[in-house]
T-cell receptor, first 110, second 119 residues
Framework: GQNIDQPTEMTATEGAIVQINCTYQ??????LFWYQQHAGEAPTFLSY????GLEEKGRFSSFLSRSKGYSYLLLKELQMKDSASYLC???????????FGTGTRLTVIP | DAGVTQSPTHLIKTRGQQVTLRCSPK?????VSWYQQALGQGPQFIFQ???????QRGNFPDRFSGHQFPNYSSELNVNALLLGDSALYLC??????????????????FGPGTRLTVT
């Protein structure tokens, strides 16, 4: 079967660092995406990993281990505006679509 | 550069009715995918259109159908609406010819969505 697991909710303090984990089991793998989605809005692209290792983009970094079926999104210097849902999605080669997890709702507190 | 646009923004329908949602892809994009996102869930893939044909389909019944026009815009039609069809419907566009910044051609840009409520 296919499955993507993420924690449902997380809370972190402004200025801190938070790591959101994602484990996946999918039929086909051709890359892993992280999206940010504010309530009532469309998902916006954050990062993409297809090879093992860490990709850094400003305050956001994403890590992938294909052998472990594991990824994480690291958010540094948290700001209040980072309060949102973070969606892990696998691109399934040949299926031409993104398979999404249920998302992690992050709340940043002062 | 216009992003992905969708219409209408919100829609209220009655059980058993039919609905049509519309999407215009980002400029330069030729592929449109539709997703259904129930409250508190991640988006679920409905289908994808490329060159005016349905290229891939997710696990949705035939009540869900679509169309792509020569200008790459797309429609999602849902017949015989059920209460469970209430959701945010997202359209995402991509370019079969390649993405930007090293991301793959299947990097998908999402529209703002249509919030469908079935009563």
């Amino acid at each position: 079967g296919q499955n993507i697991d993420q924690p449902t909710e997380m809370t972190a303090t402004e200025g801190a660092i938070v790591q959101i984990n994602c484990t996946y089991q999918t039929s086909g793998f051709n890359g892993l995406f992280w999206y940010q989605q504010h309530a009532g809005e469309a998902p916006t692209f954050l990062s993409y990993n297809v090879l093992d290792g860490l990709e850094e983009k400003g305050r956001f970094s994403s890590f992938l281990s294909r052998s472990k079926g594991y990824s994480y999104l690291l958010l540094k210097e948290l700001q209040m505006k980072d309060s949102a849902s973070y969606l892990c999605a696998v691109y399934q080669g040949g299926a031409n679509n993104l398979f999404f997890g249920t998302g992690t709702r992050l709340t940043v507190i002062p | 550069d216009a992003g992905v646009t969708q219409s209408p923004t919100h829609l209220i329908k009655t059980r058993g009715q039919q609905v049509t949602l519309r999407c215009s892809p980002k400029s330069g994009h030729d592929t449109v995918s539709w997703y259904q996102q129930a409250l508190g869930q991640g988006p679920q893939f409905i289908f994808q259109y490329y060159e005016e044909e349905e290229r891939q389909r997710g696990n949705f019944p035939d009540r869900f159908s679509g169309h792509q026009f020569p200008n790459y815009s797309s429609e999602l039609n849902v017949n015989a609406l059920l209460l469970g069809d209430s959701a945010l419907y997202l359209c995402a566009s991509s370019s079969a010819g390649g993405g930007t910044g090293g991301t793959p051609s299947y990097e998908q840009y999402f529209g703002p969505g249509t919030r469908l409520t079935v009563t």
